[in-house]
């Protein structure tokens, strides 16, 4: 059970905008920034969106990310074929009661129909 | 262009140890507090340790707390993890990642990943 939870699946067409949401605490997204990275078959993890809502350079800007509250968000606008794989949303968890720990929540498989 | 290759990965009984490397280029290694992850098969990311840019402040999942220790070496940019008291459920592809920051006060997460080496624990 990720401590940060996605919905496990998620689908477009091409053209289409998607979200995808990733809900968390006080503890993580509220009080912390959120990463998303994008895992594509058979190559290592790409950070798609930095501190909430920041886009690496080289990362097309159809990638978005927003975050309120508990909550945090990556919009794809206009997906694209290439886009199809998993995405994962990440931050700090400064637990009130032990060491903080950095989380991952549980992925969500991106479609492109 | 930034790499990350990790070595050390191979097939192990339960309760044996084994030590993973992460030798980096192409940065400044002593500048970035560096991570591990792990993916098991059929499963998401998981994230198992965190290491400072000086070494001084670590952590660790839960799951590997008291059985992995993350380390490195500034002077030969390389990055360790030691890993005891395997278990299957350790099974799985570790990658070694570098922290945008330095970790001296926070850590704000993986900016460049390796391509990670394989641990199977099993009988």
């Known amino acids: 059970q990720s401590v940060l939870t996605q919905p496990p699946s998620a689908s477009g067409t091409p053209g289409q905008k998607i979200t995808i949401s990733c809900s968390g605490s006080r503890s993580n997204i509220e009080t912390n920034i959120v990463n998303w990275y994008q895992l594509l078959p058979g190559t290592a993890p790409k950070l798609v969106v930095y501190s909430n809502n920041q886009r690496p350079s080289g990362v097309p800007e159809r990638f978005s990310g927003s975050k309120s509250g508990t909550s945090a968000s990556l919009a794809i606008n206009g997906l694209q074929s290439e886009d199809e794989g998993e995405y994962y949303c990440a931050g700090w968890d400064g637990r009130p009661h032990g060491p903080g720990v950095w989380v991952f929540g549980g992925g969500t498989k991106l479609t492109v129909l | 262009q930034v790499q990350l290759v990790e070595s050390g990965g191979s097939v192990v009984q339960p309760g044996k140890s084994l030590r993973l490397s992460c030798a980096a280029s192409?940065?400044?290694?002593?500048?970035?507090?560096m991570h591990w992850v792990r993916r098991a098969p059929g499963k998401g990311l998981e994230w198992v340790a965190v290491i400072s840019y000086d070494g001084k402040k670590k952590y660790y999942a839960d799951s590997v707390k008291g059985r992995f220790t993350i380390s490195r070496d500034n002077s030969n940019n390389t990055l360790y993890l030691q890993m005891d008291s395997l278990r299957p459920d350790d099974t799985s592809v570790y990658s070694c990642?570098?922290?945008?920051?330095?970790?001296?006060?926070?850590?704000?997460?993986?900016?460049?990943w390796g391509q990670g080496t394989t641990v199977t624990v099993s009988s």
């Open positions: 990642a570098r922290d945008e920051g330095d970790g001296t006060y926070s850590f704000y997460g993986m900016d460049v």
């Open positions: 192409r940065f400044t290694f002593s500048r970035y507090a």
